[in-house]
């Protein structure tokens, strides 16, 4: 499977992105994964097949998952940055077939959100 994960950038506390992410995973439940500066890759969003959404306790009503219609595009939509959301991030097609996300090893390269303060 073959990621393309982009729309990151630099913004100010407070301030709005949207990250897409696209590839041949139509349909498959998805999640956005982070890795800040010199820490671990965490899990902060998934969807599932029919469209049910989990979150992070610190990125929830803040950030949004969805997917286009087509199934081919999900977004990752970020408000109300702050520094500590400063981080790749990665997206993450869940194994075919199953209804809920479960980790596969298609990995792309990640997209950098940078928040300054």
């Known amino acids: 499977v073959q990621l393309q994960a982009s729309g990151g950038g630099s913004v100010q506390a407070g301030g709005s992105l949207t990250l897409s992410c696209t590839g041949s995973?139509?349909?498959?439940?998805m999640a956005w994964y982070r890795q800040p500066p010199d820490n671990r890759r965490e899990l902060i969003a998934t969807?599932?097949?029919?469209?049910?959404?989990w979150y992070l306790d610190s990125v929830k009503g803040r950030f949004t998952i969805s997917r286009d219609s087509a199934k081919t595009t999900v977004y990752l939509q970020l408000n109300s940055l702050k520094p500590e959301d400063t981080a790749i991030y990665y997206c993450?097609?869940?194994?075919?077939?199953?209804?809920?996300?479960?980790?596969?090893?298609?990995w792309g390269q990640g997209t950098l959100v940078t928040v300054s303060s």
């Open positions: 993450n097609p869940g194994r075919d077939f199953f209804e809920n996300y479960l980790p596969s090893p298609s």
């Open positions: 995973f139509a349909g498959n439940a």
């Open positions: 969807i599932s097949r029919g469209g049910a959404t």
